[in-house]
Nanobody, 126 residues
Framework: QLQLVESGGGLVQPGGSLTVSCTAS????????VGWVRQAPGKEREGVSC????????HYRDSVRGRFTIFRDNAKNTVSLRMNNLKPEDTGVYYC???????????????????WGKGTQVTVST
């Protein structure tokens, strides 16, 4: 069974940068697509980014494209999300999540992820 643990959240000023990471333990991590889903206070979860099992394909929601970069190291069982030029609307709990297959869900739909971490808080504020 796959387990995911997030790290790297924190408080950052608008325009700043932050990297959140996800470390996996268990089986089959290299064969599963992994994504980041966030949830702002009072709002539903939304898919932010996803990377395929082999890392050849990555996807972003429109509001973060060009500012966020997802990457993975299958030898270290990690997936990270580098976030640049952060905005207050990027604030939320960021969850690492994995799908059962090697390909990212259509539309980055949170409902398609089967395994979740507990999340890490990212706050963008002055």
């Amino acid at each position: 069974q796959l387990q995911l643990v997030e790290s790297g959240g924190g408080l950052v000023q608008p325009g700043g940068s932050l990297t959140v990471s996800c470390t996996a333990s268990g089986v089959n991590f290299p064969y599963r697509a992994v994504g980041w889903v966030r949830q702002a206070p009072g709002k539903e979860r939304e898919g932010v980014s996803c990377i395929s099992a082999g890392g050849s394909s990555d996807h972003y929601r429109d509001s973060v494209r060009g500012r966020f970069t997802i990457f993975r190291d299958n030898a270290k069982n990690t997936v990270s999300l580098r976030m640049n030029n952060l905005k207050p609307e990027d604030t939320g709990v960021y969850y690492c999540a994995a799908v059962e297959t090697g390909w990212c869900p259509a539309g980055l739909s949170p409902g398609d992820y089967g395994t979740w971490g507990k999340g890490t808080q990212v706050t963008v504020s002055t």
